[in-house]
């Protein structure tokens, strides 16, 4: 999965997180995440949008928690079915 069409404003007025958060639940779904993808990994992620690791992980942790993505140890997050 790469972050295609993703722009993070500083001008917007959501916190950054929330932009990563509502871009990645949009994408998963209108189907162009599928179920089982592996999300790019914090650092990675942080990297290439130019964001904190910290705000990447707040917006994975968000998707963990409303059981979009799960996170398996040393592997990542991985993408849950979401039945549509």
């Given at each position: 999965m790469e972050?295609?069409?993703?722009f993070l404003s500083k001008?917007?007025?959501?916190?950054?997180?929330?932009?990563l958060y509502h871009?990645?639940?949009?994408?998963?779904?209108s189907g162009?995440?599928k179920?089982g993808?592996?999300?790019?990994?914090?650092r990675t992620?942080?990297?290439?949008?130019?964001?904190?690791?910290?705000?990447?992980?707040?917006?994975?942790?968000?998707l963990?928690?409303e059981?979009?993505v799960q996170?398996k140890?040393?592997s990542?997050?991985?993408?849950?079915d979401?039945?549509?």
């Amino acid at each position: 999965m790469e972050f295609v069409g993703l722009f993070l404003s500083k001008e917007d007025k959501r916190p950054l997180y929330l932009q990563l958060y509502h871009f990645l639940v949009d994408e998963m779904r209108s189907g162009r995440v599928k179920a089982g993808e592996k999300l790019p990994g914090k650092r990675t992620a942080a990297t290439q949008l130019g964001i904190s690791v910290n705000t990447v992980d707040e917006a994975y942790q968000r998707l963990v928690d409303e059981g979009y993505v799960q996170a398996k140890p040393r592997s990542g997050f991985i993408t849950n079915d979401l039945g549509q």
